[in-house]
């Protein structure tokens, strides 16, 4: 059997920079197993967020959440490893943070601010397809 050696596209989303998580995102991904291939901070643009989120674009939370995604840089990273588009979506927990499984990056990092977004500390691709087209978003020369 061969391995599948797969890619997985994360942020740490403009709150959990702010509020200094980054070293516990990326201590919670090493200690999983996965290898960090790429990261680098930057700020999003509108126009990164259109193709990042175009699933997105049409609905009634878009505008708010490009205000919340360009309201400080972000830390974005390529993560490799069987299945971890998989895994990294497990780590991370559900989307809404007052219900994600503490142990969880969200259930553990996040919380509801009243703020009308989600503000929940990261991004991961949810599948292997959506790795492929965002990692070419945020690293066009990987
Ligand atoms: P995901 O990040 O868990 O994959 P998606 O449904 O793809 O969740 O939504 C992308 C991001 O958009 C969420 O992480 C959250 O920050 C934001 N979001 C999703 N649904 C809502 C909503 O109903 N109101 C406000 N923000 C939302
Ligand atoms: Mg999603």
Do not use: C
């Amino acid at each position: 059997m061969t391995a599948t050696i797969e890619r997985s596209l994360v942020l740490v989303k403009p709150d959990g920079v702010k509020r200094g998580q980054v070293g516990e995102v990326l201590r919670r991904i090493e200690a999983k197993g996965y290898r960090i291939v790429a990261l680098q901070m930057r700020e999003a643009t509108e126009d990164i967020l259109a193709e990042h989120y175009a699933e997105h674009t049409e609905k009634p939370f878009y505008g708010d959440l490009v205000e919340y995604m360009m309201s400080g840089p972000v830390v974005a990273l390529v993560l490799e490893g069987e299945r971890v588009v998989e895994g990294f979506r497990s780590l991370a927990g559900t989307t809404d943070p007052t219900s994600a499984a503490p142990g969880t990056i969200r259930g553990d990092l996040a919380r509801d601010w009243g703020t009308g977004n989600i503000e929940n500390v990261v991004h991961g691709s949810d599948a292997p397809e959506s790795a492929q087209r965002e990692i070419g978003i945020w690293f066009p020369d990987l």
